[in-house]
Nanobody
């Protein structure tokens, strides 16, 4: 199977920066899309940013120009650099990845456990 482990969340003041990391492990054959989603209390989980295997990126309008997604294919890791953070960015951030694993190249679509990001003074 495939596991995703996130790190890098925490408490930061408005205007500050954080960098989230998500490492995928297991018998991975290939990873296609990787992305970050967030869920604030009482709201649905929503896309923050995603990056395809050809490094094509897509961002939510609310984070364009402030957040940058990148990936290290050799390490099966995706990053989210978050700058100019606002209180409304407060949420649990989840990593997602899809691809294939194992000798049979079985499809996976996996989520991480989530990491809390709190933006407050």
């Amino acid at each position: 199977q495939v596991q995703l482990v996130e790190s890098g969340g925490g408490l930061v003041q408005p205007g500050g920066s954080l960098r989230l990391s998500c490492a995928a492990s297991g018998s991975i054959f290939s990873i296609y899309a990787m992305g970050w989603y967030r869920q604030a209390p009482g709201e649905q989980r929503q896309l923050v940013a995603e990056i395809a295997s050809d490094d094509t990126t897509n961002y939510a309008d609310s984070v364009k120009g402030r957040f940058t997604i990148s990936r290290d294919n050799a390490e099966n890791t995706v990053y989210l650099q978050m700058n100019s953070l606002k209180p409304e960015d407060t949420a649990v951030y989840y990593c997602n990845a899809d691809g294939t694993y194992g000798t049979t190249q079985t499809w996976f679509d996996q989520w991480g456990q989530g990491t809390q990001v709190t933006v407050s003074s």
